[in-house]
């Protein structure tokens, strides 16, 4: 048995042929191209879920920051004062100084500071002995660069053969609440 091609095997074979790139065409779009969407649709949902991990981790950072900004205003200046807090600072300073303090008096009462309206002044008077001008440097110094806002108004001393004697008044700031 032969076979001759003949005009009606060609038109079978174009139908043929033209279902299957419509078929490949309507599988395409029936099946593959809502992949296609749905992939790049996630993909675009992955991308902005990324940049808000990136903003959250940048604002967790500021805040981190904001709060340790704050904790070192509150060590510089405090809500109120804590009478105990400066005497513990000040033992602390006398001992690293090597000074004797003899005396701590509260010279005035709570003030508004001149010129912030929102801070209030605790002034004291200290009494102190130093063996040296480098042990009483020393120990202003150190009250001078605590971590506590402390102003130092005037210093008297007195020099002996073995020691010097000073007195000096301090104001330490807070807030006011």
């Known amino acids: 048995m032969t076979i001759e091609w003949n005009k009606k095997y060609s038109i079978i074979l174009v139908i043929i042929l033209l279902l299957l790139v419509l078929g490949s065409l309507f599988s395409f779009y029936h099946f ?20 808000l991990i990136e903003k959250t981790t940048k604002d967790e950072h500021t805040i981190e920051e904001a709060t340790e900004i704050v904790e070192n205003l509150q060590q510089q200046l405090p809500n109120q004062i804590a009478v105990d807090q400066l005497l513990l600072k000040f033992k602390q300073i006398e ?9 701590i008096t509260k010279s005035e009462e709570d ?22 001008f480098n042990e009483m440097n020393q120990f202003l110094t150190a009250i001078s660069n605590n971590e506590q806002l402390m102003e130092l108004h005037h210093i008297e001393f007195t020099n002996s053969i073995n020691k010097v004697n000073a007195t000096t008044t301090i104001t330490t700031f807070y807030q006011s609440e």
């Not at 992939?39 to 949902?45: D, F, K, P, S, Y």
């Not at 003030?111 to 040296?132: H, I, P």
């Open 32 to 51: 593959v191209y809502p992949v296609h969407d749905e992939v790049e649709q996630l993909e675009t949902e992955i991308a902005t879920q990324n940049q």
């Open 95 to 103: 001992e690293a100084s090597g000074v004797t303090v003899t005396k």
């Open 111 to 132: 003030a508004r500071s001149k010129g912030y309206s929102e801070l209030l002044t605790y002034t004291f008077q200290v009494d102190f002995d130093a063996d040296n």
